[in-house]
């Protein structure tokens, strides 16, 4: 499974952004997906996951409320809509996916390459 991450930009705070993911090597539709991302001297953190339906979403207390995840399946693609940004959210995001239905927070399978997201005060 090949995974490419798009849609990462410079945004003002407040502003949205929605990144998409898009699958390719394999149909993911029976796969949990996700939404890590790392910020410049900081580890790697969960974001958000969402299981092969797309019926159970978890979320980062850090973005719940803020960012949403969600899927076409028929698209083979994810996407993270990130509204009210702020200057802590600034870091490479990555999607990840998982041969398991539903993977919440924890280690995914396959990892795709990370999209810058810039958010100035």
């Known amino acids: 499974v090949q995974l490419q991450a798009s849609g990462g930009g410079l945004v003002q705070a407040g502003g949205s952004l929605r990144l998409s993911c898009a699958a390719s090597?394999?149909?993911?539709?029976?796969?949990?997906m996700g939404w890590f991302r790392q910020a410049p001297g900081k580890e790697r953190e969960f974001v958000a996951g969402?299981?092969?339906?797309?019926?159970?979403?978890i979320y980062a207390d850090s973005v719940k409320g803020r960012f949403t995840i969600s899927r076409d399946n028929s698209k083979n693609t994810v996407y993270l809509q990130m509204n009210s940004l702020k200057p802590e959210d600034t870091a490479v995001y990555y999607c990840a996916a998982d041969r398991r239905p539903y993977r919440g927070a924890h280690d995914y399978d396959y990892w795709g390459q990370g999209t810058q997201v810039t958010v100035s005060s």
């Open positions: 090597g394999r149909t993911v539709s029976s796969y949990a």
């Open positions: 969402i299981s092969s339906s797309g019926v159970t979403t």
